[in-house]
């Protein structure tokens, strides 16, 4: 399948502010009340008996295997999917005859995640079922390629998720996946955005640095790495003094915040990744975790996922993003405030595209701010090392500035 389709996917979802958009999972929908055969990674698995609204009514009441009009081990009844292309379905529905439908993990641009038991196995998976969409069908099938991929190189299964197979269910991609916790976001925002102990950012800096190597080795650019898209293998946590919010109360519990009990971690996501090929200057990551290469047009590469892995490393340390933003010239002017001036040599290549955020060789800011707010949102932000300095990480950002050093050395 050609990786240019990855040009056509819309990226409208991609600038929502960190604290009010929704959430990352993914949508679905059916489409015609036919029996379809399951796919396990190419290959036939069921032939899926289809039960339509169509048929007379018969009396099951008096048959074990049939629960509120449901074959426990058959097809729901027909549903039209939702106006978006989404899936409709119901707790205890079946998915195949192997999988059955047990909770809503999560909702997003390419459809649902749920969670499901499956027969099998004897164990709960997490499933993708993408909106039955086209251009979102394709790009399930390019997830699937590179999920494949990803997973003939990792063999022990230690850095990104591992699929277990897929299956075109009434026209929706499903992709079954091994069940992890929560995202890295989803355990931040149930802690009431409370940075993450240093130790524990250094563990997940390495195993996620090593994910993006291994990435980087088959030639691989995830392109949308972000706390959402990252995910602790266990939800397991404990409670511990949180002694920068202690209050008068000793029982009040905004004295204690959560530690998870183990900082492994594991990538997910793929549907944006794309192989390294020459002249890649389409949109791509989330606003706030977006290079400046990628906003100037200036085209991507690599690099562009070592700077969304800065961005979370600082959002882990404070609790909070560090470019809340959603426009493009104020985006730019925040990365000036925070890191210094960027490289002449990038101002100097932007073409009519991003020329208006440029003036007599440097940023048009603040002269070209769309407010005043716009200009306070910029002030108000810290350098990096004074940031993390603040958010108790000053070992951490030493190391950072030390790093720094060393490369421009070379």
């Known amino acids: 399948m050609e990786m240019e389709r990855m040009i056509e996917f819309p990226h409208t979802h991609l600038d929502r502010r960190p604290r009010k958009r929704a959430r990352l999972g993914w949508d679905v929908v059916p489409e015609a009340p036919k029996a379809q055969v399951g796919i396990c990674c190419g290959q036939e698995i069921a032939n899926i008996p289809s039960f339509a609204s169509t048929r007379a009514p018969s009396d099951h009441s008096s048959n074990p295997l049939f629960v509120k009009g449901v074959a426990r081990n058959g097809s729901p009844p027909w549903r039209e999917d939702d106006k978006d292309g989404h899936y409709m379905f119901a707790l205890g529905d079946n998915l195949t005859s192997r999988y059955k439908i047990h909770s809503?993990?999560?909702?997003?641009?390419?459809?649902?995640?749920?969670?499901?038991?499956?027969?099998?196995?004897?164990?709960?998976?997490?499933?993708?079922?993408?909106?039955?969409?086209?251009k979102y069908r394709d790009a399930a099938m390019i997830e699937i390629e590179v999920l494949q991929q990803l997973g003939k190189h990792d063999k022990g299964g230690n850095r990104c998720v591992q699929i277990r197979n897929w299956f075109d269910y009434r026209n929706h991609i499903c992709i079954v996946f091994e069940k992890l916790g929560p995202s890295l976001y989803d355990f931040l925002r149930?802690?009431?955005?409370?940075?993450?102990?240093?130790?524990?950012?250094?563990?997940?800096?390495?195993?996620?640095?090593?994910?993006?190597?291994?990435?980087?080795?088959?030639?691989?650019?995830?392109?949308?790495?972000?706390?959402?898209?990252?995910?602790?293998?266990?939800?397991?946590?404990?409670?511990?003094?949180?002694?920068?919010?202690?209050?008068?109360?000793?029982?009040d519990s905004s004295n204690f915040k959560r530690v998870p009990k183990s900082s492994s971690i594991k990538v997910i996501d793929f549907g944006s990744t794309t192989y390294d090929r020459q002249d890649q200057n389409y949109i791509v990551?989330?606003?706030?975790?977006?290079?400046?290469?990628?906003?100037?047009?200036?085209?991507?590469?690599?690099?562009?996922?070592?700077?969304?892995?800065?961005?979370?490393?600082?959002?882990?340390?404070?609790?909070?993003?560090?470019?809340?933003?959603?426009?493009?010239?104020?985006?730019?002017?925040?990365?000036?405030?925070?890191?210094?001036?960027l490289p002449q040599d990038m101002l100097k290549k932007v073409d009519r595209h991003a020329e208006k955020y440029v003036r007599r060789g440097r940023l048009d800011w603040p002269e070209g701010a769309t407010s005043r707010d716009s200009i306070k949102a910029v002030q108000k932000l810290a350098r990096l090392p004074v940031q993390l300095d603040n958010a108790a990480c000053g070992p951490f950002s030493r190391g950072i500035d030390s790093s720094r050093a060393r490369v421009a050395s070379i």
């Not at 993990?105 to 039955?132: H, N, P, S, Y």
């Not at 972000?226 to 511990?240: A, C, F, Q, R, T």
């Not at 047009?297 to 600082?314: E, M, Q, T």
């Open 190 to 251: 149930k802690n009431n955005y409370r940075s993450f102990p240093i130790d524990l950012v250094r563990d997940i800096a390495r195993q996620l640095l090593e994910c993006v190597a291994f990435m980087h080795d088959l030639r691989m650019i995830h392109t949308d790495l972000k706390p959402e898209n990252i995910l602790l293998v266990s939800g397991d946590y404990v409670k511990v003094h949180d002694y920068k919010n202690l209050s008068r109360s000793p029982r």
């Open 104 to 134: 809503k993990m999560g909702e997003g641009t390419f459809g649902q995640v749920l969670e499901c038991w499956d027969r099998e196995k004897k164990e709960m998976v997490a499933i993708k079922i993408v909106r039955g969409i086209r």
């Open 285 to 341: 990551s989330t606003r706030h975790y977006r290079a400046p290469e990628v906003i100037l047009g200036l085209g991507w590469s690599f690099p562009c996922d070592i700077w969304s892995v800065g961005c979370i490393l600082v959002e882990l340390c404070s609790g909070e993003a560090l470019f809340q933003t959603h426009e493009n010239l104020e985006h730019l002017a925040m990365m000036e405030r925070v890191l210094g001036p």
